[in-house]
């Protein structure tokens, strides 16, 4: 025996977390700011709730390499974010 069959009920569902999916990857492109440094803290706080995600729902401890390269990434965000610029023209 496979497995059961999706019922329509599957099919819905599957389809909304669908929408929602590609909601993720569309919402950065508008906003007012600079597109790349959205889209840059936009995957910074991906990473880190990652992290998170495992930690509190799955029950699995981050090691010491998890929780660094999470801080790696925290400041990557910072710098793109909010390092001073000369204006452009």
Partial sequence: MGLASPTSTHRLRDTRCSDLGSLYGVIPAFQSANFGRVYA?????F???SIAWGWLI???SPDFYDLFGGAIVVLEVAVIMYWPRAKAI
Avoid: L, S, T, W
């Fill in 41 to 45: 803290a936009y995957g910074g706080v």
């Fill in 47 to 49: 990473v880190v709730m």
């Fill in 58 to 60: 799955d029950k699995r």
